[in-house]
């Protein structure tokens, strides 16, 4: 097990509701990743957050938002769902510097949201 | 078109089989190189980095060609086990996120 966990396991939600999944991160790393993977597809970069600020942002509309927390946890929000934002939402945690070298990732179970 | 492009399969091959998965990537500056596996509803796993000079992990063997922006993995020996999702993935040099492929799905048979 990589210390990554991620609650809640499962989720159905409606249509225009908001969701928040959270994560916690393995013991020394201060840095998480947020990815969506669609049925059939990888998994899309979000975005990440290091030391409580965003670091970087993926193709995804400003109704995703997250947070990291001083003790480097984070959690990720969607307003307004949408039928298409059905996934499994995949959070993953590093230890990593701002614009440094990549360092390994380690990927928490996911939360399968499911919006109808 | 997309930064990370593989072959969706499923290759269903037999046990004991020899199997390779292609993958090609679309940015020049993409620095580091990876093959995920993906066992059905749970997270991606790390089954080795890919290096420039070609690298080895038992049964597993993975290649890098930058001219070609082309990667492979050969499985040998293929195990009943070895069945799961292969995803290519890079990471561009000075970003911290992970680009993925679709995926390659691999089905070994008894």
């Known amino acids: 097990e990589t210390g990554v966990t991620q609650s809640p396991t499962h989720l159905i939600k409606t249509r225009g509701q908001q969701v928040t999944l959270r994560c916690s991160s393995q013991s020394g790393h201060n840095t998480v990743s947020w990815y969506q993977q669609a049925l059939g597809q990888g998994p899309q970069f979000i975005f990440q957050?290091?030391?409580?600020?965003?670091?970087g942002r993926g193709n995804f509309p400003p109704r995703f938002s997250g947070l990291q927390f001083p003790n480097y946890s984070s959690e990720l929000n969607v307003n307004a769902l949408e039928l298409d934002d059905s996934a499994l939402y995949l959070c993953?945690?590093?230890?990593?510097?701002?614009?440094?070298?990549?360092?390994?990732?380690?990927f928490g179970p996911g939360t399968r949201l499911t919006v109808l | 078109r997309k930064e990370v492009e593989q072959d969706p399969g499923p290759f269903n091959v037999p046990e004991g089989a020899t199997v390779a998965f292609n993958c090609t990537y679309s940015?020049?500056?993409?620095?580091?190189f990876f093959w995920y596996r993906q066992d059905c509803r749970k997270e991606p796993k790390l089954l080795m980095s890919v290096y420039s000079s070609g690298n080895e992990d038992g049964r597993f063997t993975a290649q890098l060609n930058r001219a070609s922006q082309y990667i492979s993995l050969l499985i040998r020996d293929s195990k009943l086990s070895d069945s799961a999702t292969y995803l290519c993935v890079v990471n561009k040099r000075g970003f911290q996120k992970l680009v993925f492929g679709t995926g390659t799905r691999l089905l070994v048979s008894p």
């Open positions: 993953a945690s590093s230890q990593s510097g701002r614009q440094g070298p990549y360092n390994e990732q380690f």
């Open positions: 957050y290091y030391r409580e600020e965003e670091n």
């Open positions: 940015n020049s500056a993409s620095q580091s």
